[in-house]
């Protein structure tokens, strides 16, 4: 925890910060989250600066540097000081191009890169019984229905967790086979629907439009999200559904450490890499701007060629 009888960073410091984030979003598109991560960065460097006497705009490479060295001797893990890095040179791009500042600091400093591990998957039998433990978990039918409906089209579509829960009714009028979803960067791509993602629903819409009736009768406004909520957003939020998906790893008997909404992600992905489709499909279908995002993936293909060589190459018998 830092020193608070030490200075943080000044208030113009985190006036120039607010100007970076909203040139991000205006000029980048970025995503809500990334200007989030962006600000929570920043401001930490800031206060870093300012305990040493230095101003953002008067940090140069070795402070950057020194500054990281810092973050590693923490204990920070190495993609969150890849991704501190990334918010630095970010900036400092911003203040040269605007220029705040002559030169730009960041631009030749090497990071610490993120670690390319293969993400946790599960096989078909563990997402079999998530999907049929989604619609046993919830305190009411109304729950239930929501649940099996969240499971059905983040296991269908492989959607990021936030594209999911901030999905708008609307996208789903219409029994449709294809959605519109809205990504990263307010980029737009259509995933298509399994014909069980379709099923659930319409069972969930059904009890939807039954409470949007009942709440015009009373002359009270109707949500326009697909999974409403009471919070700010008006949907339900990331962080209730990870606990959602936890409470239902336990009803399917699997270890709730072992599931996420990246976990299903991942799951969707490989499955069908495994089943033949093609990494610029999955590609378009999970959202990623770069094929690089999605070459993690192509450990199930490097074990299914492996098997085909071992199963039906002579000399391998």
């Known amino acids: 925890m830092p020193d608070r009888t030490t200075p943080d960073a000044p208030a113009a410091e985190l006036h120039l910060i607010s100007r970076f984030l909203e040139a991000a979003a205006a000029e980048a598109g970025a995503a809500r989250n990334t200007l989030l991560a962006y600000g929570r960065d920043l401001r930490d ?61 960041a631009l ?65 009028r219409g029994d449709p086979r294809m959605i519109l979803v809205r990504g990263k960067g307010d980029k737009e791509r259509m995933v298509p629907l399994s014909e069980p993602a379709r099923a659930a629903l319409r069972a969930w819409l059904a009890h939807w439009d039954a409470e949007a009736s009942a709440l015009r009768a009373r002359r009270l406004p109707v949500p326009r999200q697909l999974f409403p909520a009471r919070g700010k957003a008006g949907h339900l939020s990331r962080v209730r559904f990870f606990t959602l998906l936890r409470e239902i790893a336990v009803t399917a008997g699997l270890e709730p450490s072992r599931i996420s909404p990246h976990v299903l992600r991942h799951a969707f992905a490989t499955h069908l890499l495994a089943g033949g489709a093609d990494l610029r499909s999955i590609q378009t279908l999970l959202g990623h701007a770069d094929v690089s995002s999605t070459e993690i993936y192509t450990h199930v293909l490097e074990e299914r060629l492996q098997r085909l060589v071992l199963d039906h190459h002579p000399l391998a018998k």
């Open 108 to 172: 030749r400093i090497a990071g610490p890169g993120k670690a390319r591990r293969l993400p946790g998957t599960l096989d078909h039998a563990e997402v079999e019984r998530l999907l049929a433990a989604a619609g046993q978990t919830g305190r009411g039918k109304a729950e239930r229905l929501r649940n099996a409906c969240l499971m059905e089209l983040l296991y269908a579509t492989g959607l990021r967790v936030s594209e999911l829960v901030s999905l708008p009714v609307s996208a789903a």
């Open 45 to 105: 460097f800031g206060d870093w600066c300012a305990r040493r006497g230095l101003g953002l705009l008067g940090a140069d490479r070795e402070a950057i540097e020194a500054y990281l060295i810092d973050c590693d001797a923490q204990g920070l893990a190495r993609a969150t000081r890849a991704r501190r890095l990334s918010s630095i040179r970010q900036f400092c791009r911003f203040v040269h191009d605007e220029g705040l500042r002559a030169d730009n600091p």
